[in-house]
């Protein structure tokens, strides 16, 4: 049976460093250095732009490195919730191609358009919608893998969308012998470092080694892993994008597309508030209290609008509490500008029975900051987080941490 290629992977290109340049009109062209903190030499390079990837700096260089190799380049400073902004933004636009849009990392996700190709011709056309969108939105370039399923898009996006100039490429598991099996087995997409050094200690170097290798024995070392990776090597992969996904471990969050454009500040705090009522139930329902309460709100065109977050005092799963920090993220952040779509989140979650035990307990602030931080790399993956912590003064580690957190839903 021939499965059709329906998964998008988008890979925001240079994220952060593509972001400051949208923000910043003089900054286009430049070397561009996202650094944690320049006046420090150890600082780390988050994100370089194009131009200053040219002439060879590489993210997580120091920023003594990579002054040395682009004395003209400028650094600017990280601005986490700015890009977490653009980010949700980046999701929204997702999904107006489909429902199934799973956040993967801060600047990739998945879409799987399936059902919804005759729309947009076929998953190729797709991919270039909404590449459009988020460049006309945004102002940031992505490129897009289109494979059957992640794991060939995945690879399909990192070797040849990110070389190519459309910035798309299709991968069909028909592909995989030309495309996939001549890879070193490091660029393989789900094998981490130790994974590698155990592939290559049994003298499999490329992909294609792996594939060729009996899977009676690769189980026998691996267990189940063991048959998963043989099936990777030939590009199968049975894992669906999941959209709630993360929503359901990590965060409740509802959003609603209104009819029309809502005018006055109370209609849509009463919206808000229905919102905030939907999104407690589920919370206790799931038996889970959050602390970071999120809003956002968007014009019809998605483009303008705001994605805030404030912290409850202790974690919550009750209307009032949410409520007011809801419409004290309304209150100051609203323009006066016609609403289409509003969203509330409750982030942060935690376990509801272990509240109270935990009121009792003093933990000390690196304690709750390393908790926080596995949290989120439980969700998110582990680079977004060494990439904030890494360069974040440990004082707003843990708050940032949360912010990034609650934008995951
Ligand atoms: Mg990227």
């Given at each position: 049976m021939k499965v059709e290629p329906t998964v998008l992977l988008a890979d925001m290109n240079s994220f952060y460093a593509s972001v400051e340049m949208a923000?910043?009109?003089?900054?286009?062209?430049?070397?561009?250095l996202v650094c944690g903190d320049p006046e420090r030499r150890h600082g780390i390079i988050l994100a370089a732009s194009r131009e200053a990837k040219r002439r060879?700096?590489?993210?997580?260089?120091?920023?003594?490195?990579?002054?040395?190799?682009?004395?003209?380049a400028v650094c600017v400073?990280?601005?986490?919730?700015?890009?977490?902004?653009?980010?949700?933004?980046?999701q929204?636009?997702?999904?107006?191609?489909?429902?199934?849009?799973?956040?993967?990392?801060?600047?990739?996700?998945?879409?799987d358009v399936r059902g919804a190709e005759h729309i947009w011709g076929d998953a190729v056309e797709a991919a270039g919608i909404f590449r459009q969108r988020v460049w006309e939105a945004v102002k940031v370039p992505c490129s897009v893998g289109v494979g059957p399923?992640?794991?060939?898009?995945?690879?399909?996006?990192?070797?040849?969308?990110?070389?190519?100039?459309?910035?798309?490429?299709?991968?069909?598991?028909?592909?995989?012998?030309?495309?996939?099996?001549?890879?070193?087995?490091?660029?393989?997409?789900?094998?981490?470092?130790r994974m590698e050094r155990h592939f290559r200690n049994m003298g499999l170097l490329t992909i294609g080694d792996l594939a060729h290798y009996p899977?009676?024995?690769?189980m026998r070392r691996f267990g189940l892993r063991g048959a998963v990776y043989h099936n990777l090597a030939w590009g199968r992969d049975g894992s669906p994008v999941r959209p709630d996904s993360l929503e359901q471990?990590?965060?409740?969050?509802?959003?609603?597309?209104?009819?029309?454009?809502?005018?006055?500040?109370?209609?849509?705090?009463?919206?808000?508030?229905?919102?905030?009522?939907?999104?407690?139930?589920?919370?206790?329902?799931?038996g889970k209290a959050g602390r970071t309460v999120s809003v956002g709100l968007r014009a019809y065109d998605l483009t303008r609008g705001f994605y805030r977050q404030t912290t409850l005092p202790s974690p919550s799963n009750l209307s009032g509490p949410v409520f007011e920090k809801a419409q004290l993220l309304f209150r100051r952040h609203w323009d006066g500008r016609p609403v289409r779509t509003v969203t509330v989140d409750l982030s942060g979650l935690e376990e509801d029975g272990t509240l109270q035990q935990e009121l009792?307990?003093?933990?000390?602030?690196?304690?709750?900051?390393?908790?926080?931080?596995?949290?989120?790399?439980?969700?998110?993956?582990?680079?977004?987080?060494?990439?904030a912590s890494s360069l974040l003064p440990a004082g707003q580690a843990r708050d940032r941490a949360v912010k990034i957190g609650g934008h995951y839903r």
């Open positions: 923000h910043n009109p003089t900054l286009r062209g430049q070397p561009v060879g700096v590489k993210t997580a260089m120091t920023v003594g490195e990579a002054r040395a190799i682009c004395p003209d400073r990280p601005r986490m919730s700015l890009y977490l902004e653009v980010s949700w933004q980046i929204q636009i997702a999904r107006t191609l489909s429902p199934l849009v799973e956040p993967y990392s801060v600047d990739e996700l998945f879409i399923n992640k794991f060939l898009s995945k690879m399909a996006c990192d070797v040849e969308a990110k070389k190519s100039p459309s910035g798309v490429a299709l991968w069909r598991v028909d592909d995989v012998e030309a495309k996939l099996h001549p890879l070193p087995i490091g660029k393989m997409f789900m094998v981490g470092s899977v009676d024995y690769l471990t990590k965060s409740v969050g509802h959003s609603v597309t209104l009819p029309r454009d809502y005018h006055h500040s109370d209609d849509i705090e009463l919206v808000l508030l229905e919102l905030t009522d939907e999104v407690c139930r589920r919370a206790r329902k799931l009792f307990r003093d933990m000390d602030r690196q304690d709750r900051v390393s908790r926080t931080m596995d949290r989120i790399r439980d969700a998110m993956g582990t680079t977004a987080i060494v990439r």
